[in-house]
């Protein structure tokens, strides 16, 4: 008797891990669908660049990225394209940083960091305390500020530009 309860579980388990996996990839369909309806509030069955303006400021800083149809709006494939686009690339980021930290202390030293051409030329800068040793908060605080500097430069060109 104990072993067909044994092999019972053994059968039930897969399958109650993957109706709890099921369950979450449908409440996370649910959140992104009530996301959608939100931003759009024209309902057409895209999010325009106003309409991400309101409400979603980083989908209006990418929004040209994201419209990759160039339509002027952005349907829900194109922003699930993009969302995974983004998880994709941090994970390969993740594992390239993990794979630089050879003695596994979750830190990258200057000579870790060498195999890793943007981090080793960008060093001295991303090494906010001056300890020879980057984190991931420093990492991302300078990846951060990176992007606010970009932003804000092509910001200023468009502007000198119309003003011209």
Same mark, same amino acid.
């Given at each position: 008797m104990g072993?067909?309860?044994v092999g019972v579980l053994l059968v039930a388990m897969p399958c109650m891990a993957w109706s709890a996996e099921q369950a979450a990839s449908r409440n996370q369909e649910l959140r992104f669908n009530q996301m959608f309806?939100?931003?759009d509030a024209n309902n057409t069955g895209k999010i325009s660049r106003? !309409?991400?303006g309101l409400k979603a400021p980083a989908l209006a800083e990418n929004f040209d990225q994201i419209d990759v149809d160039h339509d002027g709006g952005l349907t829900k494939k194109e922003i699930k394209d993009a969302f995974l686009a983004a998880d994709t690339r941090r994970r390969e980021f993740s594992r390239s940083l993990e794979a630089a930290d050879n003695d596994k202390n979750g830190k990258l030293s200057r000579d870790e960091a060498k195999v890793l051409p943007n981090m080793s030329a960008n060093f001295d800068a991303i090494d906010s305390n001056h300890? !020879?040793?980057l984190v991931m908060k420093e990492i991302a605080d300078y990846v951060r500020a990176k992007d606010n500097?970009?932003?804000a430069a092509v910001a200023g060109s468009a502007g000198s530009a119309g003003s011209q």
């Open positions: 072993k067909w309860i309806r939100n931003l106003a !309409e991400a300890d !020879e040793q500097a970009d932003s």
